[in-house]
């Protein structure tokens, strides 16, 4: 199965903006994109979801371009809690209905 | 609401023992689905079901066999436990696949 593709680790300083970008070459045509956030010891939590242009929530925002082969999540000014690892999910066209992590961005904030 | 709710949260088990994963949800979500984590590791998927009665592979089915007789329920059950099955287990429903998942807290498997 195609995976995404994700930096493997990031580091920021509170109060900066992140911008974490994720390719997915073999996205469906009909699918979504989805980030979730992990803290240690935690299961995922949902962060955003979109289909193309742009998302925006009270967490983070998600910008698609046209052809939707890539997306970046961005975390507006970062704090100390926003460390942790952070995973873009989409469905690929040909695995029905297996929804699949890869291995995610560990981000570090710094104070 | 208690969402979705993984018993037991720790467990020990020696090898060539099996023991079940309990996995509860109570948001009638028809799809559920098990991963497990390794340290340091991003999630992979073990089984999943898109609703009761119905079940599949994952990317690491070996040595586990799920079932789901209720909505509510989705147990992981380990046949003969390997030390290669030490780590941690996530149950995740959601209403389909591509709608948000909610995550239990996890279980911590030891296998020695």
């Known amino acids: 199965l195609a995976k995404t593709t994700q930096p493997i680790s990031m580091d920021s300083y509170e109060g900066q903006e992140v911008n974490i970008t994720c390719s997915h070459n073999n996205i469906a045509t009909n699918d979504y994109i989805t980030w979730y956030q992990q803290f240690p010891s935690q299961g995922p939590r949902f962060i955003i979801q979109g289909y193309k242009t742009k998302v925006t929530n009270e967490v983070a925002s998600l910008f698609i371009p046209a052809d939707r082969k890539s997306s970046t999540l961005s975390l507006p000014r970062v704090s100390l809690s926003d460390t942790a690892v952070y995973y873009c999910l989409v469905a690929e066209g040909n695995a029905g209905n297996m929804l699949t992590f890869g291995g995610g961005t560990r981000l570090m904030v710094k104070p | 609401n208690a969402g979705v709710t993984q018993t037991p949260k720790f467990q020990v088990l020696k090898t060539g023992q099996s023991m079940t994963l309990q996995c509860a949800q109570d948001m009638n979500h028809e799809y559920m689905s098990w991963y497990r984590q390794d340290p340091g590791m991003g999630l992979r998927l073990i089984h999943y079901s898109v609703g009761a009665g119905i079940t599949d592979q994952g990317e690491v089915p070996n040595g586990y066999n799920v079932s789901r007789s209720t909505t509510e329920d989705f147990p992981l059950r380990l046949l003969s436990a390997a030390p290669s099955q030490t780590s941690v287990y996530f149950c995740?429903?959601?209403?389909?696949?591509?709608?948000?998942?909610?995550f239990g807290q996890g279980t911590r498997l030891t296998v020695v």
């Open positions: 995740a429903s959601s209403t389909d696949r591509r709608t948000e998942a909610f």
